[in-house]
């Protein structure tokens, strides 16, 4: 029996014989990797387009590909095609910009779930604080928000790669139940900031400007400092 996907294989087994994480296969280069180490795409046989699918939450026939511009482009020349068994339509950089359209939308679902939860840390002062006591995992900044990566714990948690920047002022506020323009959120539940670093990790490759990812406990996972932004160049900081 075959799993939906073309490219799965048997998920490995654990040191007490359970199941593991699951594998796929490139639809670019052809290597193996833990499923969610790949970006997954479903396929519209009528139309040939494939959708990005980061929350691996479609139905049907899915493929996958490392998140690297290169192995988009193969899977476009004919790996796709292969694992769906059909004509398969699109562009490589529309495909690079559907990603990271999809990895902020899921971000913003994790960041407002957690709000609602009372894991998240909002507002410079209250951030610093979270962060002086061990408590914030991930801090989000604001990309028109410079002045946030110059307060002394912030800018430390951009150094040691505990920071991403996202959106900007007036959209990280609407996230946080309209509370006007937010400039820096702390996220405080260790599962819910690995899971933001991973999926903004998934896109990184394929954003224009510089941009930091680092998950916690990612070791060697490279990383950018975010205070290359070049948006970033608002005084204010809330």
């Given at each position: 029996?075959?799993?939906?996907?073309?490219?799965?294989?048997?998920?490995?087994?654990?040191?007490?014989?359970?199941?593991?994480?699951?594998?796929?296969?490139?639809?670019?280069?052809?290597?193996h990797a833990a499923a969610d180490e790949l970006v997954r795409v479903v396929h519209d046989?009528?139309?040939?387009?494939?959708?990005?699918?980061?929350?691996?939450?479609?139905?049907?026939?899915?493929?996958?590909?490392?998140p690297s511009p290169d192995c988009v482009a193969k899977a476009l020349k004919g790996g796709?095609?292969?694992?769906?068994?059909?004509?398969?339509?699109?562009?490589?950089?529309?495909?690079?910009?559907?990603?990271?359209?999809?990895?902020?939308?899921?971000?913003?679902?994790?960041?407002?779930?957690?709000?609602?939860?009372?894991?998240?840390?909002?507002?410079?002062?209250?951030?610093?604080?979270?962060?002086?006591?061990?408590?914030a995992k991930l801090v989000v900044v604001a990309r028109d928000a410079a002045a946030a990566?110059?307060?002394?714990?912030?800018?430390?948690?951009?150094?040691?790669?505990?920071?991403?920047?996202?959106?900007?002022?007036?959209?990280?506020?609407?996230?946080?139940?309209?509370?006007?323009?937010?400039?820096?959120?702390?996220?405080?539940?260790?599962?819910?900031?690995?899971?933001?670093?991973?999926?903004?990790?998934?896109?990184?490759?394929?954003?224009?400007?510089?941009?930091?990812?680092?998950?916690?406990?990612?070791?060697?996972?490279?990383?950018?400092?975010?205070?290359?932004?070049?948006?970033?160049?608002?005084?204010?900081?809330?």
């Open positions: 029996m075959t799993t939906n996907d073309e490219s799965a294989r048997t998920a490995r087994k654990g040191p007490s014989g359970t199941s593991s994480r699951s594998e796929r296969t490139c639809a670019g280069c052809g290597k046989p009528s139309s040939g387009e494939v959708a990005v699918d980061l929350a691996s939450s479609g139905f049907g026939r899915g493929a996958h590909f490392h796709l095609a292969r694992v769906f068994k059909s004509k398969v339509v699109g562009d490589a950089s529309a495909i690079g910009e559907a990603i990271v359209k999809a990895a902020d939308r899921r971000i913003e679902g994790l960041l407002t779930g957690a709000r609602r939860a009372g894991q998240l840390a909002v507002g410079a002062d209250v951030v610093a604080e979270a962060l002086r006591e061990e408590r990566t110059r307060l002394p714990e912030i800018e430390r948690a951009i150094a040691s790669g505990q920071a991403v920047a996202l959106g900007d002022k007036q959209r990280l506020g609407s996230l946080m139940s309209g509370r006007g323009e937010v400039a820096v959120i702390a996220v405080l539940h260790p599962g819910v900031a690995a899971a933001v670093s991973q999926t903004y990790r998934m896109s990184g490759p394929f954003r224009s400007a510089a941009s930091v990812v680092a998950p916690p406990g990612g070791a060697g996972t490279e990383s950018q400092d975010v205070r290359s932004e070049e948006a970033w160049s608002s005084s204010e900081v809330r």
